[in-house]
């Protein structure tokens, strides 16, 4: 049976580059090794493509030779967008194109934040002609800002906390004063555009709510700030397309004063329950919740949506979509799906197929606008 050859781009150039170190490891190993040749590429923090073979010779040797998180080096290489051939360059350190370079089927863009899934890369991919794992541009786009997230969801009658938004030219004495009028204290401050709770902080009053926005602003040049529910952290899996399932709902208990960057990846402190001690009609309802709000969002493939549960007030609201949840052995989205029965490596393939059957859709329309008769 021929290979899938599989193209696994990791690294890049937010500041969840580490996390997606690891998070590609864990998917190499899911990936059946007679039915995937898999192609490790890190993208560098400057954002140079290098064929990473100390990985690849890593994957080739088999599950037990993978390390915790692949090493971003190896010869330079780029992204060739030509559409309908699908390959990488080798270039040399002067950027010039080196003989030989590699054809491949499908891309999974295992690249958290911003340069990765934000819609940057599956923009490439779509003038590349490439088949690639996940949402589109525009689920990859509404999915990462936060601010365009929360007015999808408002436009389509998705609860939400109540929150508050500023450009950085913005985010001034004013901006503080609404803040502190309409959101009150304790509230928690964000980038618009991160992932992995990478730049939040929670704000006690008007001084640390300062201090919180300059954090956020060095991240992205929008801040959001959301009222802080006193609920339960619950989150949902959502796979497929037509239509979308939505899996066991999980809960987080945080070990730190919420769910922090160093809670998820750097200790062991938070609790993940699977399934979440939820009712029938609470978990049939946060699942129904967790599809609208992944529609919402024009979300396609998978995604993970997380939630706050006021019991005996407000019910559930959706804190946000992530289009492109970690994949590390202690992620969510991997472990919701494989307690709703699909274990990693069929969720693997699910995902890869799906990739393989939107391009060909999409090519067949393509076809059809320029008058060619469907293939």
Sequence with gaps: MTRTRVLLLFGGRSAEHDVSRVSAVAVARALDPERYDVVPVGITKEGRWLLAEEARAAIEQGPDALPTAFEVGGPLVAELPDPGRPELVSLDAAGDVLPGGFAFDVVIPMLHGPYGEDGTVQGLLELAGVPYVGSGVVGSAVGMDKVMMKR???????????????????????????????????????????????????????????????????????????????????????????????????????????????????????????????????????????????????????????????????GFVVNEVNTLPGFTPISMYPMLWEASGVPYPALMDRLVALAVERHERRARRAGRQRGLPDA
């Design 152 to 314: 999808a969801f408002a436009a389509a009658g998705v609860p939400v906390a109540n929150w508050l938004a500023a450009r950085e030219w913005d985010a001034d004495a004013a901006f503080l004063d609404e803040v502190e009028a309409n959101l009150g204290f304790p509230c928690f401050v964000k980038p618009a555009n991160m992932g992995s709770s990478v730049g939040v902080s929670k704000a006690l009053d008007r001084p640390t709510l300062e201090a919180a926005v300059a954090t956020a602003l060095v991240y992205d040049e929008w801040v959001v700030v959301e009222e802080a529910v006193a609920g339960r952290e619950i989150e949902v899996a959502v796979l497929g397309d037509r239509p979308p399932e939505a899996s066991l709902p999980g809960e987080v208990v945080p070990g730190d004063e919420f769910y922090s960057y160093a809670d998820k990846y750097e200790g062991d402190a938070a609790q993940l329950l699977i399934p979440a001690p939820l009712g029938d009609a609470e978990t049939a309802a946060v699942r129904r919740m967790a599809v609208d709000a992944f529609l919402s969002c024009r979300c396609e493939a998978m995604a993970r949506v997380d939630f706050f549960y006021e019991e005996g007030g407000r």
